[in-house]
Every structure is written in C-alpha cells, then in structure tokens.
C-alpha cells in the first residue's frame, strides 16, 4: 500500500531587520513615544495664575469670589501676573480695573493706603443710566437745582467727574416714565468727593455720560 506524502512543518523563523512590518512597528512605537514626551512637556510648561472671575473695578474689595484659577503657558518675560500657587490676596484692594477673563497682573493688587478713590451713591435719571454695569465708566455732570422760574433758565451744567468707574447698579424707583431714578454707587477719586456730595445734598440734577470704552450691558 502506497503510503501518502507527508507535508513538511515550517519553521517560524526569527524577524529579521530587513522585514518591512517590523521596520513600521518600531517606528510607530517611536513616534508614538516622541509625541507623548511632546505632550507631557507641553503641559508642563503651564502655571496656575488667578483670573478676574468678574469685572473688577478700582478700589473693590478683594473677596473669595474675586478670582478664579486658571493654568495657563505663558511666553518667556511674562511673570508679571498673579500666580495661583499661592492663595487668592482676599482683603486686599483693587489698584486698578480688570474685565472679566483676565488675568490678573501683579499691579492690579495692593493695600487700602494704595487706593485714592472712595465709593460714593448718586441717584440720576434712569435714563442716563440705562445700559451701564459694574466696570462701566461715565462722566458724571451736575445741573444745579433751580429755586425760582428764572434760576432754572440760567442754570449752568458743569461736568465734575471724568470716567468715574461705576461698581453697583441698583434698581430704579420711582415709577416709569421720565420721573424714574436709579440709584448708582461709583468710585470717586478723593479730592472730588465732597463737591460731589454737597451736589447730591443740594438734590442738583445728576447726568451720567457713558466714557469712551464703557462696558454695556450684560456684565457681572
């Protein structure tokens, strides 16, 4: 009986250099390698640093809210922000303003004997005020109040503030219509507090006048 051909086993034999899979396999797993280290180092080149978490105005009052932390890559010079390795300064002051989103610089932030401005409220036309939030900046003019029919004719305007920076907007009152006020507190520089109280207290006539660059509508 005729015995059948037996087939022969193969040797697996050992990957050589000259093998094409092999010589791709080794370069993604190179590559692979060299974009992860790219990453890490990338991400490591962040730092923390505090951001204003809402407009913040000169002379406010820095409080747990003020700030939030963001990690951010900064380019090279670049140091002159607040880092948030380090608590947020609560209690201190705001030197000077800051919009919402933005970093903040080391400069923005220093003591009460550093501040020159005082927060002063003011009640004027609604419709003056229509539009301003907490950052804007209006120029403030007083109309004196007239005592007699012909005073009211040669009352003079005189603008006694300029870019006064607007830290709280309250509810208006006193009904619809032209008669409406609302009630403003902004930050006056101190040499121009009291001419501007003795103003409110003589019930002059208070206009704001939005600066060039106020904020509008919508701010926090």
């Known amino acids: 009986m005729t015995e059948l051909a037996r087939p022969s086993a193969k040797r697996l034999q050992r990957p ?5 899979r092999l010589v791709v396999g ?4 190179i590559l692979a390698a060299t974009l992860g280290a790219k990453a890490v180092a990338s991400a490591d080149d962040r730092v923390p640093v505090w951001v204003a978490a809402t407009n913040l105005v000169a002379g ?9 932390r963001a990690d951010v890559r900064l380019a090279d010079g670049m140091n002159a922000y607040l880092g948030a390795d380090a608590p ?11 919009r919402a989103g933005e970093m903040v610089p080391t400069s923005a932030v220093g003591g009460a ?12 036309d609604a419709m003056s005020t229509s539009g301003l939030t907490r950052g ?11 005592t007699t029919t012909g005073d009211q004719a040669s009352a003079s305007t005189t603008r006694v503030l300029r870019s006064a920076a607007v830290a709280n907007v309250l509810t208006s009152s006193g009904g619809f219509g032209a008669g409406s006020m609302t009630s403003v507190q902004i930050y006056v520089p101190a ?3 009291q001419p501007l109280v003795e103003a409110v207290d003589a019930e002059s006539k208070l ?14």
Do not use: N
């Open 60 to 68: 406010d009052t820095v409080d747990a809210g003020s700030f939030v």
């Open 16 to 20: 050589s250099w000259r093998d094409s």
């Open 191 to 193: 040499d121009k507090v």
């Open 113 to 124: 004997d550093e501040v020159d401005v005082q927060r002063v409220t003011v009640r004027a």
């Open 136 to 146: 804007s900046r209006v120029d403030v003019f007083v109309t004196p109040k007239a």
């Open 88 to 98: 947020a300064p609560t209690g201190s002051f705001m030197l000077r303003d800051v």
């Open 207 to 220: 206009t704001l006048v939005p600066s060039v660059g106020a904020v509008s509508g919508g701010g926090a």
């Open 26 to 29: 080794v370069l993604l797993v």
